[in-house]
């Protein structure tokens, strides 16, 4: 995919992140957002390194990857946030 399809593909991953973990989040929905787009790449990268599949396009198991990666990254991030 190219880099425009993957900043789409994690800002929609992000929002939904944000609204399957709900809360606050230290920098709002702008850094949700761009934590959705690491999280669209890391998860993609992961997936393809564990034999999981990969992303390559819109289609459901890319978009699945893409939020699983979302809400890993989300979840870190406030970890990280709450001790700091």
Excluded: C, E, H
């Excluded at 973990?21 to 998860?43: E, H, K, R, S």
């Amino acid at each position: 995919m190219g880099i425009l399809s993957w900043i789409v593909f994690g800002l929609i991953a992000g929002a939904l992140a944000k609204l399957i973990m709900p809360g606050d989040d230290p920098g709002g929905i702008i850094v949700t957002m761009l934590i959705g787009i690491a999280g669209a790449v890391v998860g993609g990268f992961l997936a393809s390194l564990a034999g999981l599949g990969s992303v390559t396009g819109f289609n459901f198991g890319s978009f699945a990857i893409a939020i699983v990666g979302a809400l890993v990254l989300l979840f870190a991030y406030r970890q990280f946030k709450k001790k700091a």
